[in-house]
């Protein structure tokens, strides 16, 4: 495998070993990128991972949006390059109006950390490419601001659009439409709120991450043959 | 000179200090001490900082053994678990300033325990939270129970350390004085432990992190170390409780790892109870060295704060680091990447002819303020060999009799009654992160795999397990902490894990009393008869007295984690199950002695009894035993610990874990069912005849009780109850008492 995955660091980060450790595991090269890096030439994906971004201060995401990298990020985005954003790291493309919506705090407002069902609902999106419409995944959520949320209208164009990647099985926090992913128009910008980072090693209890994460390498390593780095 | 408060009492007492005391530090100092002076010795003598009424007892305790690289004394307890990697590990009690404000006393109890694990140079990767609350039939013990979870929640989940278990007793001496213990673990290669030590003259003192402000300030003294009286639980010390900030904390977390992995540090010491007098004079004087702090030179939050307040303030999220003026620049290279303020405070001097001295000064050349000797702080504090007395219903609750309480037609209602899920506590918890959780909270123990960045790879993994019986304890706190011991090392050990190093956080109530005294001596001396027995030694602890309201002491709680080292991890061990068909064993003495069981004390109010004596052979032949099961691939297909609410509350458990069912006899009576003294275990296999063979083998007791399956769970004779209906009841138990909604989603 050729490609190389930029996981983001912003300050309060938390999930980044994990992502990489993932990645590593699934046989994928992947490297820790400070936020204040302006570019991310010579990478093929991008994730931003998990955490706490500033402190989760003001609201999540609120302020990473600002951090230099995120130009770079919506550079890459824009340039169609795969880029998936998990927990926080949804949140910050949310902020950084990378990906439609928000995340608001959970119906119940409590924090949630359990394993749950998530559905896929499209496979156009290089986190989904390797699955098939319906099937049902075993995925770990732990999260505050995890109920998205967005306008009536916007909800249409997702739905229409086959936007909405991911559906919980039993709604945990309250999400529109039990909506736990979804992606922009041209489907490679992708957030989640599930760690499909926690699921990819057996004695963890589930390896149903490692379809996702294998797809996003999947993704990347055509994209490092196509696209000389 | 010292001077007296407005009411015109003399500064010490308002500070805490008993006149012998005061005289004590003119004798010391060979004049008064001036405020500022007065004011650091305070803080340090404090009971919380000083141990000056528990030291003498424990002295008692085993604290060597040829994996203990660190024991007590230091900031963390450390210990070799093999393959290159230590482990660093600590309980704390923040039981008075959550009482006060329950979220950030527990925020900021979880913020203290890491720096002390970091400060070792490991890395935290897993927390644990005892945690112990009157009745939740009372408001206010509701607003502490959820003030405390969303504390925990939001600091350990925003610093990024996992939580990873705990426990959650209710009992009614807690009401105003609730319990809120935190444990944490942290690895590293061995080679990188470090101690907090101030050596070199000349050396810098560089203060890390966080801006020194009025938060925090006589939390020692005014709020550890003493009760509360009025029945509000003293709304008027919240002052006294400190401010949490977990995104300070995950810098500075990151920051002192790289500079500790860099080796650009002598030494390094967090900031906690006490503050700077206490950093700098116990980093001196532990390399018998002064130091020189410039007061004038600490960032501060808020203008106008006067040197005293400043040295004993207790404001979150700091360290002292000792640093080489060589690497100066470097360490402050490193902190202003992690956005870490860096401040050089203080010079390492040499000591004189009658060792170290701490020397305050205002400006770098200005006037000293205070001039004490270093180790004057720590060393010379006050020890106390308190009067001690049994209590004196001591006889006569002994003389009750739990056998003779009314034999129940039928047990199902108990079970039902003492069923509890407790998930709505640790699904608010990230008990996942690092991705080394194999079994999280809700099991006997929590396995972790023994992995983190930076590590040599190993294979091991390891089980760590908090425990705590408050009723055995009130019944005989000897016996009863022994046989906590046993309880916690049988945790461990039911996850394939041999038991190797203990930590204990010692709750207990005023000091003063000498019945609570008597309960302190006497929970020492059955911790070390345990420990002893089972070749565990002691690493670490930490006392919490005072814990009383109105002049009532809370029932002596000793709290134990002991940490298992499980040889090669290759799969998930069993955990509470059971599997149709399969044969449920258990293992252990049988036993029916009821006396501090939940049975006894929450469903008759008969608080008395004689516990069994301790016997730790058999402990130590089932802890073998439990460890040769486990790690033979597919043997047990459930295990469980039997432990509070007895073998009817375990099965029950099994029960609700699997929905699944059993027929079960050769329990012989209600004793038999709900005793919760130690050295228990239900197994379910599918080979009992390999399990029997091998108890025999291991000279532990064991018996086929029955088959797992179908829809009921039945002990013939004492118990039978749809499993649903188990399920229902366990699930509903904590949220309707909390009237919060049942929570979505899988919390097995």
Redesign the interface.
């Known amino acids: 495998m050729t490609a190389r995955v930029a996981v983001v660091v912003f300050?309060?980060t938390?999930?980044e070993?994990?992502v990489v450790?993932?990645l590593a595991g699934l046989g994928g090269d992947a490297e820790l990128v400070w936020h204040g890096q302006r570019s991310l030439a010579g990478y093929d994906a991008v994730v931003l991972p998990g955490?706490?971004a500033?402190?989760?201060?003001l609201r999540p995401g609120a302020i990473a949006r600002f951090s230099p990298v995120m130009e770079a990020v919506a550079r890459f985005a824009a340039a169609g390059g795969p880029v998936v954003g998990i927990c926080n790291g949804f949140q910050v493309l949310t902020e950084a109006g990378l990906l439609p919506g928000a995340l608001q705090k959970n119906a119940?407002l409590?924090?949630?950390?359990?394993?749950?069902g998530i559905e896929v609902c499209t496979t156009r999106t290089p986190l989904t490419a390797h699955s098939a419409v319906g099937d049902v995944l075993r995925l770990?959520?732990?999260h505050?601001e995890g109920n998205y949320t967005c306008d009536g209208a916007t909800l249409a164009r997702l739905r229409a659009e086959d936007r909405i990647v991911f559906r919980y099985t039993?709604?945990?926090n309250g999400s529109v439409d039990d909506i736990a992913g979804v992606c922009n128009e041209q489907g490679n910008v992708v957030g989640l709120m599930p760690?499909p980072?926690?699921a990819?090693?057996?004695?963890?209890?589930s390896t149903d991450g490692a379809v996702l994460l294998g797809s996003l390498l999947g993704v990347a390593d055509t994209r490092s043959r196509a696209v000389p780095a | 000179m010292e001077g007296t408060t407005e009411t015109g009492e003399p500064l010490h007492r308002a500070l805490g200090l008993t006149d012998d005391e005061a005289v004590a530090i003119e004798r010391i100092l060979g004049r008064p001490p001036n405020q500022l002076e007065l004011a650091m010795y305070a803080v340090m003598w404090s009971e919380h900082c000083s141990y000056k009424s528990s030291r003498v007892h424990l002295r008692r305790l085993p604290t060597t053994g040829p994996e203990v690289l660190v024991g007590p004394g230091e900031n963390a307890g450390v210990v070799d678990v093999g393959d290159g990697i230590a482990v660093a590990i600590r309980i704390e009690s923040h039981n008075h300033p959550s009482a006060v404000e329950p979220y950030q006393g527990a925020a900021t109890g979880v913020g203290g325990i890491l720096r002390d694990i970091f400060t070792m140079g490991a890395r935290p990767i897993a927390l644990m939270d005892p945690l112990f609350f009157g009745p939740l039939d009372d408001a206010r013990t509701r607003w502490l129970v959820e003030g405390v979870v969303s504390g925990i929640s939001g600091y350990g989940n925003a610093v990024g350390v996992p939580t990873v278990g705990g426990q959650l007793t209710f009992a009614p001496c807690y009401a105003r004085n609730p319990l809120v213990n935190v444990l944490c673990l942290g690895v590293m290669p061995v080679e990188r432990l470090v101690l907090g030590r101030a050596s070199g003259e000349g050396n810098l003192a560089i203060l890390l992190g966080a801006t020194t402000g009025r938060d925090g300030i006589g939390g020692v003294s005014v709020l550890a170390s003493a009760g509360f009286e009025d029945t509000e639980a003293g709304t008027d010390k919240r002052p006294s409780v400190q401010v949490g900030d977990p995104f300070e904390e995950k810098r500075l977390i990151e920051a002192c790892l790289e500079l500790l992995d860099r080796g650009l540090v002598v030494g390094i010491q967090d900031l906690g109870g006490a503050g700077l007098s206490c950093a700098t004079s116990e980093t001196a004087a532990r390399a018998g060295m002064g130091m020189d702090v410039d007061v004038r030179a600490v960032p501060l939050r808020q203008p106008g704060m006067a040197p005293f307040e400043v040295m004993t303030s207790e404001s979150q999220e700091r360290m002292l680091a000792i640093v080489t003026p060589a690497n100066r620049h470097a360490v402050e290279e490193v902190c202003r990447r992690w956005e870490v303020r860096a401040t050089v405070v203080g010079t390492v001097t040499a000591p004189g002819p009658s060792g170290g001295r701490l020397r305050v000064l205002d400006g770098p050349e200005g006037p000293v303020l205070a001039d004490v000797p270093a180790a004057s702080l720590s060393e010379d504090a006050p020890l106390y060999r308190r009067p001690m007395a049994p209590p004196s219903d001591a006889a006569a609750r002994r003389a009750q009799d739990p056998a003779a309480l009314p034999a129940p037609d039928d047990c199902g209602p108990d079970v039902l009654a003492m069923v509890q899920d407790t998930s709505w506590v640790w699904r608010q918890y990230d008990h996942q992160l690092f991705l080394n959780t194999v079994v999280g909270p809700g099991a006997d123990a929590a396995v972790l795999r023994l992995a983190a960045p930076g590590l040599p790879p190993s294979r091991r993994g390891l089980a760590l397990s908090t425990d705590a019986n408050p009723r055995w304890c009130a019944v005989d706190p000897r016996r009863g902490t022994a046989w906590t011991v046993a309880e916690s090392a049988v945790n461990v050990a039911c996850a394939g894990a041999r038991p190797v190093v203990l930590v204990n956080c010692l709750n207990f109530g005023n000091p003063e009393h000498p019945e609570v005294m008597w309960q302190l001596s006497e929970a020492v001396d059955g911790m070390a008869e345990a420990c002893e027995a089972l070749g565990i030694p002691v690493v670490g602890g930490n006392v919490s007295l005072y814990n009383e309201s109105n002049g009532r002491d809370i029932d002596p709680t000793p709290v134990v984690a002991v940490l298992g080292v499980i040889e090669e991890l290759r799969r998930r061990p069993p955990v509470p199950g059971l599997v149709p068909g399969h044969a449920v064993v258990v293992l252990g003495d049988t036993t029916d002695a009821l006396a501090g069981s939940r049975w006894a004390v929450e469903r008759h109010g008969q608080r008395g009894g004689e516990l069994p004596p301790f016997d730790g052979p058999a402990i130590a032949r089932l802890l073998r035993l439990l460890v040769t099961l486990v790690g033979e691939d597919d043997l047990l297909s459930g295990v469980h610990d039997v432990s509070e609410g007895g073998l009817g509350v375990a099965l029950a458990e099994c029960a609700v874990a699997s929905a699944t069912g059993a027929r079960l006899r050769g329990v012989v009576g209600h004793g038999a069912l709900f005793s919760e003294v130690p050295g228990r275990v239900v197994v379910c296999t599918g080979r009992p005849g390999s399990v029997l063979d091998a108890a025999a083998a291991a000279g532990v007791p064991a018996a086929v009780l029955g088959e797992a399956g179908g829809e009921r769970l039945v002990v013939e004779g004492l118990v039978d109850l749809p499993v649903a209906d188990l399920i229902a009841a366990w699930r509903s138990a904590l949220p309707a008492a909390l009237d919060e909604p049942l929570p979505a989603g899988e919390s097995g």
């Open positions: 300050p309060g938390n999930c070993h994990d450790g993932a955490g706490f500033h402190g989760d201060y119940g409590r924090f949630v950390c359990t394993t749950t770990p959520i732990n505050f039993d709604n945990p760690h980072e926690r990819c090693d057996p004695l963890l209890g």
